[in-house]
C-alpha cells in the first residue's frame, strides 16, 4: 500500500513561477523525505526534514511539515526549466516499539513541467 | 566515484526464465535496497539489507530473490519470470537507516 498520497498528479509552469507540491501520509514517521527523478534516471535525493522539524531549506527549496495534519509540502521557488522532473515523497515509517529500519514507503510522485 | 551501478540496463525475458540482477556500490553503505517502479505508482520495496550477510522482505518479496555476499553488491534474482514482474527495477545503498538513500539508473526489465 502507498504510505504518501501525493498532489496535484501533474504541474504546469512558467519558468520563474513558484511550483508547490503536496504530501500526505498515514502513519507515524521518522522523517520525510522529497526525491527528484528525471526521465529515464534513478531518483535523487533533495531534502530529508525529520518528524520533530517544521520546516527545512535547501538552496530555492523548501519543505514544510505538519505531523498533526500527517502531510508535508514542497516549494521550488523561481523555477527554472531544468527543474521538470517527477518529485516524490518518501516516508520513513516508526515500526513496533518505536523503531526505524530505513524502509522507505513512496507516494506516487508529482509530475512537475516548467514551460521556457 | 560510481556510486550506485545496476547490471544489466535493459533486459528481455520470456516467461519461466531466470535471471540475476546485479548492484554495486563503492560508498561502502551498510544499507541497500531493491525497488520496483511501475507505472502511474511510486517505488514499492521488494526486499532490503542491513549489512553483509543479511536480506529482509519488503513490501512486495514474492517471486524475487536476493542475496549480500559482499558489503558492496546486492543481488536480485527472479526464478521463473512472469509477465507481473515487467517493471523498471532500482537499487538503493544508504549509509544508515537515517541517510539519504543514493540510487542507480535502473534495470528494465520486459517479460514476454
Known amino acids: 500500500s502507498q504510505q504518501g498520497e501525493e498532489d496535484p498528479q501533474a504541474l504546469s509552469i512558467q519558468e520563474g513561477e513558484n511550483a508547490t507540491m503536496n504530501c500526505s501520509y498515514k502513519?507515524?514517521?521518522?522523517?520525510l523525505q522529497w526525491y527528484r527523478q528525471n526521465s529515464g534516471r534513478g531518483l535523487v535525493h533533495l531534502i530529508l526534514?525529520?518528524?520533530?522539524?517544521r520546516e527545512k531549506h535547501s538552496g530555492r527549496l523548501r519543505v514544510t511539515l505538519d505531523t498533526s495534519k500527517k502531510s508535508s509540502s514542497l516549494l521550488i521557488t523561481a523555477s527554472r526549466a531544468a527543474d521538470t522532473a517527477s518529485y516524490f515523497c518518501a516516508t520513513d515509517s516508526l515500526g513496533a516499539g518505536g523503531t526505524s529500519y530505513g524502509k522507505l514507503t513512496f507516494g506516487q510522485g508529482t509530475i512537475l513541467t516548467v514551460h521556457p | 566515484n560510481a556510486g550506485v551501478t545496476q547490471t544489466p540496463k535493459f533486459r528481455v525475458l520470456k516467461t519461466g526464465q531466470s535471471m540475476t540482477l546485479l548492484c554495486a556500490q563503492d560508498?561502502?553503505?551498510?544499507?541497500m535496497y531493491w525497488y520496483r517502479q511501475d507505472p502511474g505508482m511510486g517505488l514499492r520495496l521488494i526486499h532490503y539489507?542491513?549489512?553483509?550477510?543479511?536480506?529482509a522482505k519488503g513490501e512486495v518479496p514474492d517471486g524475487y530473490n536476493v542475496s549480500r555476499l559482499k558489503k558492496q553488491n546486492f543481488l536480485l534474482g527472479l526464478e521463473s519470470a512472469a509477465p507481473s514482474q515487467t517493471s523498471v527495477y532500482f537499487c538503493?545503498?544508504?549509509?544508515?537507516?537515517?541517510?539519504?538513500?543514493?540510487f542507480g539508473d535502473g534495470t528494465r526489465l520486459s517479460i514476454l
Open positions: 539489507s542491513v549489512g553483509e550477510g543479511t536480506t
Open positions: 538503493a545503498s544508504s549509509a544508515s537507516i537515517i541517510s539519504p538513500q543514493h
Open positions: 560508498m561502502n553503505h551498510e544499507y
Open positions: 502513519t507515524s514517521i521518522n522523517n
Open positions: 526534514i525529520r518528524s520533530n522539524e
